[in-house]
């Protein structure tokens, strides 16, 4: 498995060698070497005694819960399925829905409890009329943005027309609210951004989604850059994770330092294409983002990347190693 081990992994291994140290002084080089031993011996594996020391998570006995990153190049795409009932998060742009629509399908997906679109950009939405066309959708939620930046494309309006034509019901979350409601084994919260007379930009309006399954949770915040950010830690809505998608690809303009550190995940996920024209993820946050996270997954380096969960452990497959 393909998977980044960051600054804070590092920092993490490092914390751990210097405590036990201090602690226990001549004890740890019992402690280490029969931890080797028993490694060496095929009794127990590094990640178990991870695990024991709770320094990792234990694998999951069953995928309860399934969060899948579907790999759409330029854009975002998640999917919640918990007891066959599915939620999705953005679908890419327009060119990926026939790849959305069969990695559905191969889900034994048929119906789509709810459609999420984070915002109104085209790399989340662009294949938003295939899918209600191709599955029954039982609601759509989006957020509410000011009149200014309602887009004018042909994608959108299609969108609208196809909703409409097909019966969606489509629910505007208003500026500072938040929709809290069970879905099978989890629980979803999702925060709509106030207005801002400032804000120039639909990625600035992105829904913050987080669903959260026993010991175990997962956030979405769209494109939302340093302005939404700021805002997201100051609201008081709980951001604390153990898997983030990071927002906006991976661009330098997000993943700052006191949004990361509320957020205080793991696992990082970023949605992007290879050798895409924008040049993310960016440097300077990827920077940032090996500081907080420990492991972070790409699209355009490890595909599709899923998450299994039974509330406890946790599962981690990806599409390429």
């Not at 559905?104 to 409890?113: H, P, S, V, W, Y």
């Not at 066309?133 to 196809?162: A, C, H, Q, W």
């Not at 924008?278 to 996270?293: D, L, N, V």
Request: with cysteine.
């Amino acid at each position: 498995m393909r998977r980044v081990k960051t600054k804070a992994a590092e920092k993490r291994d490092t914390d751990i060698r210097r405590t036990l140290k201090r602690r226990f002084g001549a004890l740890l080089v019992v402690v280490w070497l029969c931890a080797w031993g028993l490694i060496k011996l095929g009794v127990v594996t590094e990640n178990q005694i991870l695990v024991f020391l709770r320094l990792a998570d234990k694998p999951a006995s069953s995928a309860e819960v399934s969060v899948h990153f579907v790999d759409v190049g330029q854009g975002d795409c998640e999917l919640i399925i918990s007891n066959g009932e599915a939620i999705l998060i953005d679908c890419g742009e327009y060119d990926q829905s026939r790849k959305v629509c069969a990695y559905l399908r191969a889900q034994n997906i048929t119906e789509i409890k709810c459609f999420i679109i984070s915002h109104q950009h085209t790399d989340h939405m662009g294949g938003a009329a295939e899918i209600i066309e191709s599955f029954d959708v039982g609601s759509i939620i989006m957020p509410e943005i000011p009149y200014e930046l309602v887009p004018t494309n042909s994608t959108y309006e299609r969108f609208l027309d196809k909703a409409e034509e097909y019966g969606c019901r489509v629910a505007e979350v208003k500026g500072g609210e938040t929709l809290s409601y069970a879905f099978s084994d989890c629980a979803i919260d999702i925060y709509a951004q106030p207005q801002n007379s400032d804000y120039h930009s639909l990625n600035d309006y992105s829904l913050c989604v987080k669903a959260k399954h026993g010991d175990n949770s997962f956030l979405f915040v769209g494109d939302a850059s340093f302005d939404e950010e700021e805002q997201l830690v100051d609201c008081g809505f709980d951001l604390s994770t153990k898997v983030m998608k990071v927002n906006h690809h991976g661009s330098s303009g997000s993943s700052g330092y006191d949004f990361l550190k509320a957020v205080g995940a793991r696992y990082a996920v970023i949605g992007v294409g290879a050798g895409n024209e924008y040049g993310h993820p960016g440097a300077e946050a990827m920077g940032r983002i090996e500081k907080y996270c420990e492991y972070i997954y790409r699209t355009d380096l490890n595909g599709t990347v899923v998450f299994e969960s039974d509330g406890e452990g946790l599962n981690i497959l990806t599409e390429r190693e």
